[in-house]
């Protein structure tokens, strides 16, 4: 994107369109940052016995105690994100990594959070990528699930307490990086209402963006801003726009890629003139995720996949799971003291097992799924890298790969 100086403006929209900073249209393909600073109970395989962040931490500081948890978690955190990562997803045609956030990493003007987005914003720079800031946790509660590591309840939308302090949240945020270009926009609140039965409480979600809105307004006139629908996507709750630079978001978890699926958004877009954003394509089986993308593309709708790497299971990018996991996730599913006490494994044996997942994690054991990248502007890039290949073009203009080792493919 070259320096910061060549951008007298930011991202923003122009009509229908997203655009950078020269005017011309930039369609968003991107990929999702989860499980780096929001910990989600289904990338450790606790599944609902432990979902949130507070649920995952205490399991944590069970095992390994406060300091030593402590410890891991700043270590994670630090590990999760390379130069090296940044390079892959550049290389493979990726222009923007969207990173759900929780608000206890941003609590002061030069907190951890800042640091670590400061440095993967430059490597940004460097790969002529950008980034979309996303408060999913630590911001009251929204969506009256897990994922918002709260009481399960949507008390943003009703305390007054809560929305001036997240106002602040996004103020200190905005004020950091109002004069990053980089920063592609910000993606105000994840997923509101998850939970279909507070859906009532529809109404309360606008008001609650007009508010985070003018928060970020009064320090940041620059960036574009991003409002997701309830319930991971339904207008219903949306009237005319309310800022000039805004996009509209949905998430299409749980649906099929289908016109009558994506018809209420793109009537939206019309009535009102403005852009829309896929913001999570996310779905196990490879069509339907790419049936998505493949929607998203026809009525350019930019596009974030999701996530980006996880241990173990299916997905695009993956690192091995330690070899004692399993035992972690025993002891973490049981409801009583004697059951955990029963089957915790031996203190060393916990240690090594954590230690075995902070190098795992590292770029370097990240394994290429390319299954899940045959994506309109995407390749893995991982051919003649590690495992020798041969490339045929076929008559729909996507490579096949023939492979000499029949085995899993090393990232670049």
Same mark, same amino acid.
């Given at each position: ?5 060549? =951008? ?55 095992? %390994?105690? #406060? $300091? ?27 222009? $923007? ?56 309840? #949507? ?20 004020? =950091?990086?109002?004069? *990053? ?39 940041? $006139?620059?960036?574009? %801003? ?5 319930? =991971? ?33 793109? *009537? ?53 799971? #330690? ?12 409801? $009583? ?76």
């Amino acid at each position: 994107m070259g320096s910061l100086a060549a =951008h007298a403006q930011y991202v923003h929209t122009q009509g229908t369109e997203v655009v950078d900073g020269f005017g011309k249209p930039l369609l968003i393909r991107g990929i999702s940052m989860a499980n780096w600073f929001v910990l989600e109970g289904s990338f450790w395989g606790f599944g609902d016995r432990s979902s949130s962040q507070s649920d995952i931490e205490w399991n944590f500081e069970a095992l %390994l105690g #406060p $300091t030593h948890a402590r410890e891991f978690l700043q270590q994670w955190r630090q590990n999760f994100v390379s130069k090296g990562d940044v390079d892959r997803l550049a290389k493979a045609g990726f222009n $923007t990594i969207r990173v759900p956030l929780h608000g206890k990493n941003f609590s002061t003007d030069d907190d951890e959070g800042f640091k670590l987005i400061d440095q993967l914003a430059e490597w940004c720079r460097q790969d002529h990528m950008y980034l979309i800031l996303n408060f999913e946790s630590g911001v009251g509660g929204f969506t009256a699930a897990a994922a918002d590591d709260s009481s399960q309840y #949507p008390w943003l939308l009703k305390d007054a307490g809560e929305q001036k302090r997240v106002n602040e949240l996004w103020k200190r945020v905005a004020n =950091h990086y109002k004069n *990053d270009p980089t920063i592609l926009g910000y993606d105000l609140l994840n997923e509101p209402l998850l939970w279909p039965g507070y859906l009532t409480m529809e109404n309360l979600v606008e008001p609650e963006y007009r508010r985070l809105t003018a928060a970020v307004r009064e320090v940041d $006139t620059h960036h574009m %801003l991003m409002l997701q629908a309830a319930c =991971h996507g339904s207008f219903i709750e949306f009237g005319k726009p309310f800022d000039n630079n805004t996009t509209y978001v949905f998430h299409t978890d749980g649906n099929d890629p289908s016109m009558e699926w994506i018809q209420e958004f793109l *009537d939206y877009r019309t009535k009102w003139n403005v852009p829309l954003y896929s913001g999570e394509i996310y779905d196990s089986k490879v069509d339907v995720e790419t049936g998505h993308v493949e929607l998203a593309e026809k009525f350019n709708i930019g596009w974030t996949i999701w996530p980006y790497k996880k241990m173990g299971g299916a997905g695009p990018y993956i690192f091995p799971t #330690p070899a004692g996991w399993q035992k972690i996730v025993l002891f973490v599913r049981q409801t $009583t003291v004697a059951d955990r006490n029963a089957l915790r494994p031996p203190q060393a044996e916990i240690d090594a097992t954590f230690a075995q997942v902070i190098e795992n994690e590292k770029n370097e054991h990240v394994v290429v799924h390319p299954e899940f990248l045959k994506l309109p502007g995407i390749s893995p890039n991982w051919c003649a890298r590690v495992w020798p290949c041969a490339i045929d073009l076929v008559s729909d203009g996507w490579p096949t790969f023939t492979l000499f080792v029949k085995v899993g493919i090393h990232a670049a």
